[in-house]
């Protein structure tokens, strides 16, 4: 079975600031990557997805990740960070080709100070 | 707002009450789920239907039901709760066998008193 961990989980920042969040996973496999966020009082929703192709994927709202494979990891970034960003990011792995039912991190918390 | 309606955003029930939370989507989407979310957690997931019929179920407490009358809808009947039941109750949903990932609901709030 697959296990994903968020290294990070409480990150405080100041608007303009650089964001990148830890996303490490343990399948051996073929995988298919998430980040899904989850705005206070909100549902949770797809900020990208990652399952073939170019490494480096783009989201909505200016964010991006990048896998790599050899260091099992999918880190989120964003280059300048809003106070609007506030809000609970979940990575999540699935294996490719099977089961589709993905596995999430315990989630990481970032505030933004305007 | 999401694709993936739910009903009701929140509830309030007593230990020896018996409630449904329901759940629609209208993407043709075949397989359907429901996760409980504990405040700060990832989601946990409860159960999978497939084609409207259950295929995961994660060990959950009989005190929670699910059912899928159709592709549409997927419901969730609870009796006999217990307070650490109190949570928020996720649905979604997705297309079948592929990495498009989950359209999430907004959550049915439930506690348990």
């Known amino acids: 079975a697959q296990s994903v961990s968020q290294h990070n989980h409480h990150v405080i920042l100041s608007e303009a600031a650089s964001l990148e969040l830890g996303c490490n996973y343990s399948y051996g496999g073929t995988v298919n990557l998430f980040w899904y966020v989850q705005y206070p009082g909100q549902h949770l929703q797809l900020l990208l997805k990652?399952?073939?192709?170019?490494?480096l994927v783009k989201g909505i709202k200016g964010f991006e990740a990048e896998f790599i494979k050899s260091k099992f990891s999918f880190n989120l970034r964003k280059p300048s960070v809003q106070w609007s960003d506030t809000a609970e990011y979940f990575c999540?792995?699935?294996?490719?080709?099977?089961?589709?039912?993905?596995?999430f991190g315990r989630g990481t918390s970032l505030i933004v100070h305007p | 707002d999401t694709e993936v309606t739910q009903t009701p955003k929140h509830l309030v029930m007593g230990m020896t009450n018996k409630k449904s939370l329901k759940c629609e989507q209208h993407?043709?989407?075949?397989?359907m789920y429901w996760y409980k979310q504990k405040a700060k957690k990832p989601p946990e997931l409860m159960f999978v239907?497939?084609?409207?019929?259950?295929?995961i179920n994660e060990s959950v407490p009989s005190r929670f039901s699910p059912e899928c009358p159709n592709s549409s809808l997927l419901n969730l009947h609870l009796h006999a709760l217990q307070p650490e039941d109190s949570a928020l109750y996720l649905c979604?949903?997705?297309?079948?066998?592929?990495?498009?990932?989950?359209?999430f609901g907004s959550g049915t709030r439930l506690t348990v008193v």
């Open positions: 990652y399952f073939s192709g170019d490494p």
């Open positions: 993407m043709g989407h075949r397989a």
């Open positions: 999540a792995v699935a294996p490719g080709g099977g089961s589709y039912i993905p596995t």
């Open positions: 239907y497939s084609y409207e019929k259950l295929s």
């Open positions: 979604a949903s997705s297309q079948e066998g592929t990495a498009y990932g989950y359209t």
